[in-house]
């Protein structure tokens, strides 16, 4: 049986946010006296996660998503509740646990900006007591399966973004963590770098069953990776389980474009009980269930003649992005 | 810790910092160049100052020069370790890379302390041990074993207090987010020690010597050199120094759990 890498029991955070009225007025007596409220971020959250599952944090900006994972890695400490991750609590940072871990933020780096990236990986080799050889070893294993060669050798302020990213990558996993935690890695990369990321980090997860913890508003992402995701909305979860099930829960319908070889036989399907979007001469727009797609479609067929077919899935980005909007949606 | 470890980082650092800086030729030459003026400047202010008096404070202009030769090796401590990594901790936590530094398994105040190196700062420092030995010269000081050691304690013990304040302001950036301000009236405290502790009112040398101890910084070191220091100064620096250091390795470790990370 696989075992719970990371067991969360009801966390929740809070931080003191100060807010200031507009204006000249505003500003003086922000100054002189700060008012400060505290503002739960996560609420009373639980979930657990086994050992080389890919899961996906889905919500909106400010939901709480970059939080979790902080406190996940032990970044920031949590107010309330028990986090154990790896049979350890992160807050404490203990060098066993950091060994085993690694964070990475698209929107944020480690690389010395000045010289090659090579220099930052035996710089993080010798941190984590890697010597020499062996982190050679590494860092020809790791630049193969990114595919960078003659870039760890150009200074990193000279590299584009997704040839940085690769690096950072890099730099981030010298350790072999078991656990990454990744804050919207492709966060800014043009399609191709983004599609050489998500590989990378299949074929990582399958070669070293890393459990990975991922964060991103790239849709893509997160279809191609996880199999599991995690909504926050509002600090809360508002769903934890397959991704393929969240989908079907969202669009439980799909629309089909029919092309009819007559505009007669379009009329009589307008008529035959299907819920119509709409129809054009010989084409008709209608909408159908995903659990009777099979059967309409054969009935579809076997009554009347047909020229051509199209299934339209919703876009992907529209359907999760309905999770994304606050409380429009109960998940 | 594992020592043999923290000096192969330390190596690694030292590497990868003189590699970064050596990456800009001219702005080294303009540093060394400043090193320079500065140091000159400083003497023809000081000698500006003993002009019409032969003594300040019952200081001589020769032993003065003392306190400037200790105030060059201590500045140029400070622009070699302390100003590349200190006023990085603003940075770090302002922008979250902070993160970066507090998840690897090393210890956070030493990587964010040692990580960086300005390699100019070695010319000042070298400036600083040439006039300090033209003034045991000068001065006809007789150097000795005891003599070494004592300097070489009140020395550290300077750089002790001077790094332990810098780290202090520094670390309250987990809480005022900015403090850039701090640091700039701790650097012209610090412009202050140049002068004998003497040459100042009996309120500033109690400020100076209680809450702000710039006066250990330079001061005592000072008077080891001329044989005027006596041994209670002298201990009370090394307590002053360790007190310092202690307070504010707790007080870093006190404010890391406020620590909020910036937002992504």
């Given at each position: 049986?696989?075992?719970?890498i990371i067991?969360?029991r ?10 200031k ?22 609420k ?11 899961v ?83 860092i020809?294993?790791?630049?193969e ?12 302020r ?25 804050d ?38 997160i ?11 509002e ?40 819920t ?26 076997n ?17 999760i ?11 | 810790?594992n ?27 303009v ?16 000698s ?15 032993q ?29 936590i ?10 690897k ?14 390699p ?26 005891s ?82 220091s ?6 009370l ?8 250091l ?6 870093w ?12």
């Open positions: 049986m696989v075992q719970n067991d969360v009801n966390l929740s955070k809070s931080f003191d946010i100060s807010s009225e507009p204006g000249l007025k505003g500003t003086i007596k922000h100054f002189f006296r700060r008012q400060t409220k505290s503002l739960k971020v996560i009373n959250i639980s979930f657990e996660i086994k050992e080389g599952e890919i996906g944090f889905l919500g909106a900006n400010g939901a709480g998503k970059t939080t979790i994972l902080k406190m996940l890695c032990g970044l920031i400490y949590p107010s309330e509740g028990s986090i154990l991750v790896s049979e350890h609590l992160p807050f404490r940072r203990k060098e066993n646990f950091l060994k085993n871990i690694t964070l990475i933020m698209g929107q944020k780096q480690q690389l010395i900006w000045d010289l090659p990236p090579i220099e930052s990986f035996y710089l993080n080799a010798s941190i984590y007591d890697i010597d020499k050889f062996e982190a050679k070893k590494r020809k294993k790791l630049s399966m990114l595919e960078i060669d003659e870039e760890l050798f150009i200074p990193v000279k590299l584009s973004l997704g040839q940085r990213m690769k690096s950072e990558l890099l730099a981030a996993l010298i350790h072999e963590p078991n656990i990454l935690f990744l919207e890695p492709t966060l800014g990369l043009d399609i191709n770098a983004q599609r050489n990321l998500r590989k990378f980090l299949q074929k990582y997860n399958k070669e070293t069953n890393a459990t990975i913890c991922l964060t991103s508003h790239y849709m893509k992402d279809t191609s990776l996880c199999k599991r995701v995690i909504c926050v909305q600090g809360a979860i508002s769903y934890d389980g397959k991704l393929d099930l969240l989908l079907k829960k969202l669009s439980p319908v799909k629309e089909i474009l029919i092309v009819c070889r007559s505009e007669e036989d379009a009329s009589k399907l307008e008529n035959f009980g299907f119509v979007k709409n129809k054009i001469k010989n084409e008709i727009t209608i909408k159908i269930e995903n659990e009777s797609i099979t059967p309409s479609l054969k009935s579809i067929l009554n009347f003649d047909i020229e051509d077919l199209f299934i339209n899935e919703p876009p992907i980005d529209e359907v992005g309905k999770v994304l909007i606050k409380k429009e949606y109960d998940i | 810790m020592l043999g470890k923290y000096l192969t980082i330390y190596k690694k650092f030292l590497h990868t910092s003189l590699a970064s800086e050596l990456e800009y030729k001219a702005n080294i030459l540093d060394l160049i400043t090193a320079i003026l500065s140091l000159v400047g400083s003497i023809f202010l000081l500006i100052f003993f002009q019409n008096s032969g003594y300040i404070g019952g200081w001589k202009f020769e003065a020069l003392i306190i400037q030769a200790i105030y060059t090796i201590l500045n140029g401590i400070t622009n070699t370790w302390f100003n590349p990594n200190l006023t990085e901790i603003v940075k770090h302002r922008e979250g890379t902070l993160d970066f530094v507090l998840l398994p090393i210890d956070s105040q030493f990587f964010i302390s040692l990580k960086k190196l300005n100019s700062g070695f010319l000042e420092i070298m400036l600083g041990f040439f006039l300090l030995f033209f003034c045991i010269r000068i001065n006809q000081i007789n150097l000795n074993l003599f070494v050691t004592l300097s070489l304690v009140t020395i550290s013990c300077s750089i002790c207090i001077l790094y332990s304040l810098w780290f202090f302001i520094s670390t309250t950036t987990i809480w005022f987010v900015k403090t850039w301000n701090a640091i700039e009236v701790l650097r012209s405290f610090l412009y202050i020690g140049r002068f004998p502790l003497n040459s100042f009112s009996f309120s500033l040398r109690i400020f100076f010597s209680v809450f702000i101890p710039i006066a250990f910084i330079t001061t005592i070191p000072s008077e080891v050199f001329l044989g005027l006596q041994l209670w100064k002298i201990l620096e090394v307590i002053v120094a360790l007190v310092f202690i307070t504010s390795r707790k007080f470790l006190f404010a890391l759990k406020f620590y909020s990370s910036a937002s992504s």
